[in-house]
Nanobody
Framework: QVRLVESGGNSAQAGGSLRLSCAAS????????MGWFRQAPGKDRDFVAV????GQHSYYADSVKGRFTITKDVAKNEVTLQMNNLIPGHTC??????????????????????????WGQGTQVTVSP
């Protein structure tokens, strides 16, 4: 059984930074992707960023490019999302996601929630003006 545990959610002021981490336990398969979605109150879950199992390939939503950075500690099987220059619109719950993914489909359809088999419980991020 795979378990994803998020940490690092908290509060920040606009223009500030936060770092989220997600630790995976259990067997995710030989090749997989891990990353983040977010969900604002009353809205659907939106893709943020994902990274390949070896940390060599990353994919971002256009809205966060240049502002968020996803990295992976392969030895620890942990994914980190560094969020800079935050705005109040970033206030939402962030979910860690993971799923087996063959190399040939590594970056295909990663923006769809249905592609992910495992989800964390979510961590709240609040950005004040």
């Amino acid at each position: 059984q795979v378990r994803l545990v998020e940490s690092g959610g908290n509060s920040a002021q606009a223009g500030g930074s936060l770092r989220l981490s997600c630790a995976a336990s259990g067997h995710l398969f030989n090749t997989y992707i891990m990353g983040w979605f977010r969900q604002a109150p009353g809205k659907d879950r939106d893709f943020v960023a994902v990274i390949s199992w070896n940390g060599q390939h990353s994919y971002y939503a256009d809205s966060v490019k240049g502002r968020f950075t996803i990295t992976k500690d392969v030895a620890k099987n942990e994914v980190t999302l560094q969020m800079n220059n935050l705005i109040p619109g970033h206030t939402c719950v962030f979910y860690c996601v993971g799923s087996p993914r063959p190399e040939r489909r590594r970056g295909i359809g990663v923006e769809y929630p249905r592609e992910y088999k495992y989800w964390g419980q979510g961590t709240q991020v609040t950005v004040s003006p």
